[in-house]
């Protein structure tokens, strides 16, 4: 599970670079209001997030990482502008709100950023604390982030959760099949707050795993034969239109591939019911089936479901399954047993 980070004004090491066009005003941390509002209105985000992870402006970061280099390389980041050189190794903001995320009468500064030049945007930085030393915390959260979508009020008592994603998976299709883990906002710490929403996770997570299980169960799908090659869900599968033939060299996946298709959403499924209802006995029926498979694809989703299951049958499977052959099943299997505190390296 991803897990939380709180840091403090030297820890990271990296350049900010701005998506969207910004003034170049400059804004310093003494001269934030309490509730944000003077930074969000002067659109100096870029500049007072960068001097607040790194304790420094851009310009004082850069002559520090130039001086740091060997000589034969301080002219490539000499010659370079100050924005050229946050674009090769920066960070990047996505978006903003300003809000009062837990009824305290003051407001917290809620960005979207991506760290180290990936313009990936997969953190959550929530700005707290008195203007004069502001403090900020990070939560790691995987793409797509729309804080309109993920700063949102769950049981209607007016103060917000923050909701992150994880990718538990990627589909055999390659579709990113995304947990939502809730925290919520206390003084000045994000605290995970998953078993707190039972509605949330039957109405929003489950709901929408168990539309896609629908589509799958409901849908034909064909995969491409290429001479010498084997077959791959991944690259060669695709969906068949009611009524649509297949061509000389296609074939109709198995119901074992089919299965594949659907394991990612079983298992958000089967994660998101436990909270909702408190048990999940197919759960342990099909990942008992997957552990069986001869497919590495559905080992490796019974490893991830027997993680969030306990019990000594739970161990048992974990145990069988952390001696695979297969490097990604045996993987996942160990770093459960770990987790649990009862691994044994086989």
């Given at each position: 599970?991803?897990?939380?980070?709180?840091?403090?004004?030297?820890?990271?090491?990296?350049?900010?670079?701005?998506?969207?066009?910004?003034?170049?005003?400059?804004?310093?941390?003494?001269?934030?209001?309490?509730?944000?509002?003077q930074l969000a209105s002067t659109g100096a985000v870029q500049q007072f997030l960068f001097q607040l992870?790194?304790?420094?402006?851009?310009?004082?970061?850069?002559?520090?990482?130039?001086?740091?280099?060997?000589?034969?390389?301080?002219?490539?980041?000499?010659?370079?502008?100050?924005?050229?050189?946050?674009?090769?190794?920066?960070?990047?903001?996505?978006?903003?709100?300003?809000?009062?995320?837990?009824?305290?009468?003051?407001?917290?500064?809620?960005?979207?950023?991506?760290?180290?030049?990936?313009?990936?945007?997969?953190?959550?930085?929530?700005?707290?604390?008195?203007?004069?030393?502001?403090?900020?915390?990070?939560?790691?959260?995987?793409?797509?982030?729309?804080?309109?979508?993920?700063?949102?009020?769950?049981?209607?008592?007016?103060?917000?959760?923050?909701?992150?994603?994880?990718?538990?998976?990627?589909?055999?299709?390659?579709?990113?099949?995304?947990?939502?883990?809730?925290?919520?906002?206390?003084?000045?710490?994000?605290?995970?707050?998953?078993?707190?929403?039972?509605?949330?996770?039957?109405?929003?997570?489950?709901?929408?795993?168990?539309?896609?299980?629908?589509?799958?169960?409901?849908?034909?799908?064909?995969?491409?034969?290429?001479?010498?090659?084997?077959?791959?869900?991944?690259?060669?599968?695709?969906?068949?239109?009611?009524?649509?033939?297949?061509?000389?060299?296609?074939?109709?996946?198995?119901?074992?591939?089919?299965?594949?298709?659907?394991?990612?959403?079983?298992?958000?499924?089967?994660?998101?019911?436990?909270?909702?209802?408190?048990?999940?006995?197919?759960?342990?029926?099909?990942?008992?089936?997957?552990?069986?498979?001869?497919?590495?694809?559905?080992?490796?989703?019974?490893?991830?479901?027997?993680?969030?299951?306990?019990?000594?049958?739970?161990?048992?499977?974990?145990?069988?399954?952390?001696?695979?052959?297969?490097p990604r099943v045996s993987g996942r299997a160990k770093a459960a047993l770990g987790k649990k505190g009862?691994?044994?390296?086989?």
């Open positions: 599970m991803r897990h939380l980070k709180v840091v403090g004004l030297k820890l990271l090491l990296g350049a900010l670079v701005l998506i969207a066009a910004m003034p170049k005003a400059g804004f310093s941390a003494q001269a934030v209001q309490s509730d944000w509002a992870i790194h304790g420094m402006d851009l310009p004082t970061y850069k002559a520090q990482f130039i001086a740091a280099l060997p000589a034969q390389e301080r002219p490539r980041y000499n010659a370079m502008t100050n924005e050229d050189f946050n674009r090769i190794d920066g960070v990047i903001v996505g978006g903003y709100r300003v809000v009062d995320l837990d009824r305290d009468g003051k407001s917290e500064f809620v960005a979207v950023i991506g760290q180290g030049g990936r313009q990936l945007l997969n953190t959550l930085v929530i700005v707290h604390g008195p203007a004069s030393n502001p403090k900020h915390t990070e939560l790691l959260s995987d793409p797509p982030n729309d804080l309109a979508k993920q700063i949102v009020d769950l049981d209607g008592n007016g103060a917000f959760e923050i909701v992150t994603h994880e990718a538990l998976r990627e589909d055999p299709m390659g579709r990113r099949a995304l947990w939502k883990s809730v925290w919520e906002w206390r003084g000045d710490k994000a605290m995970r707050a998953e078993g707190s929403h039972p509605k949330f996770y039957s109405e929003s997570v489950l709901a929408a795993a168990e539309t896609e299980l629908a589509k799958i169960r409901s849908k034909r799908f064909g995969i491409t034969i290429q001479p010498g090659r084997a077959p791959s869900l991944l690259t060669d599968c695709f969906e068949i239109s009611e009524g649509q033939n297949l061509a000389a060299n296609q074939r109709e996946i198995t119901e074992e591939e089919k299965e594949v298709l659907a394991s990612i959403f079983h298992l958000l499924a089967f994660r998101a019911r436990r909270l909702a209802t408190g048990s999940d006995s197919e759960a342990v029926q099909r990942a008992a089936q997957w552990a069986k498979s001869s497919r590495r694809e559905l080992r490796e989703s019974a490893a991830i479901a027997f993680e969030d299951l306990n019990g000594p049958e739970m161990q048992r499977w974990l145990d069988i399954l952390a001696g695979d052959k297969e009862q691994g044994r390296e086989k």
